[in-house]
């Protein structure tokens, strides 16, 4: 029989990218399942962040950063953003209080109005931003009429979070615990480990190396008697120029990517983790279905 005073509910995050959607999830659930990194389009799947209390469970999905498709890639994220709309308890709509409300937001707001959902907008990054100009958003977002509530906050300090996480409960019903109290996302280890190679990539290879890189896992396996996983990636780019400054001068950035990869993953897995890295070039494989599918854009 379901426990009447349980919550729980999905809720999904939206905005333009890099906004800090993930960084927000990421706080919520207490440890890393989204990558995070300053530049635009870093999460191209629908990733999923579970926050269980002893009285509720909210389930976020973290949606891609919206914006023009130019690929068949930014198409399927676009479709898995505006997917994430239906079925949902809330919608969080963030924006960047250093960025103001431009016309990507507005864009994307008026998409909102169709919502079944209560939409919730909260305007990050306060800490960096002027008072004027976050005055100025809420003005603005207090005059959407679909939108129930404005708040204040900074995903990357902790401000206003507490607060946000008790609002969103307000919007939850009496329903089942969806998942156990440790799982903290529904994506799978494997995906979570190339997601990590993807991101130290592209915080590392800062603009040298545009979107075109995706990290497929080729091989994982736990050596049982050592705590040791070992696992075998390859780093997809779409130029041989690019491979060059992947591997870098005598293998010294392919070196780096892997070492920061694999302390995330360590703290990750729990294990000890040996991570051998390969780079090959795929023509224009943001194109290709079947390899988007190879690596996990399914």
């Known amino acids: 029989m379901m426990n009447m005073d ?3 509910g999905f809720v999904s995050i939206i905005g333009s990218p890099n906004v800090g959607k993930s960084t927000l999830m990421n706080r919520f659930v207490g440890q890393k399942v989204s990558i995070v990194s300053s530049r635009a389009q870093t999460t191209r799947n629908r990733v999923m962040g579970v926050l269980t209390k002893s009285a509720y ?5 973290d949606t891609p950063g919206v914006t023009t498709p130019k690929n068949r890639l930014g198409e399927y994220m676009l479709k898995v953003a505006y997917d994430s709309l ?3 308890e809330a919608v969080l709509f963030l924006t960047d209080a250093e960025k103001g409300i431009r016309d990507k937001d507005k864009a994307l707001l008026e998409k909102l109005s169709s919502a079944k959902a209560p939409v919730i907008a909260a305007i990050n990054k306060v800490d960096a931003a002027k008072t004027e100009t976050i005055a100025q958003m809420r003005e603005q977002l207090e005059e959407v009429p679909y939108i129930s509530d404005v708040l204040e906050i900074s995903a990357e300090t902790g401000t206003g979070v507490d607060a946000l996480e008790k609002l969103l409960v307000s919007k939850l019903e009496p329903g089942p615990k969806y998942f156990p109290d440790d799982m903290v996302t ?5 995906i979570v480990c190339s997601e990590l190679i993807r991101e130290k990539a592209l915080v ?5 190396v545009p979107h075109g890189i995706g990290v497929g896992i080729d091989k994982m396996q736990v050596r049982e008697d050592k705590g040791i996983t070992d696992v075998w990636a390859t780093i997809y780019c779409e130029r041989d120029g690019h491979k060059g400054i992947i591997i870098g001068k005598g293998g010294s950035m392919l070196k780096k990517i892997g070492a920061e990869a694999r302390h995330d993953m360590e703290w990750m897995l729990g294990t000890r983790v040996n991570l051998q890295l390969w780079v090959k070039v795929k023509d224009d494989w943001r194109n290709s279905l079947s390899t988007m599918r190879e690596l996990g854009y399914e």
Do not use: A, M, T
């Not at 590392?204 to 040298?208: A, H, I, S, V």
């Open 6 to 8: 349980f919550l729980s």
């Open 57 to 61: 469970q909210i389930v976020f999905l």
């Open 86 to 88: 239906n079925e949902v």
């Open 186 to 190: 529904d994506q799978p280890e494997r």
């Open 204 to 208: 590392l290879l800062k603009e040298e």
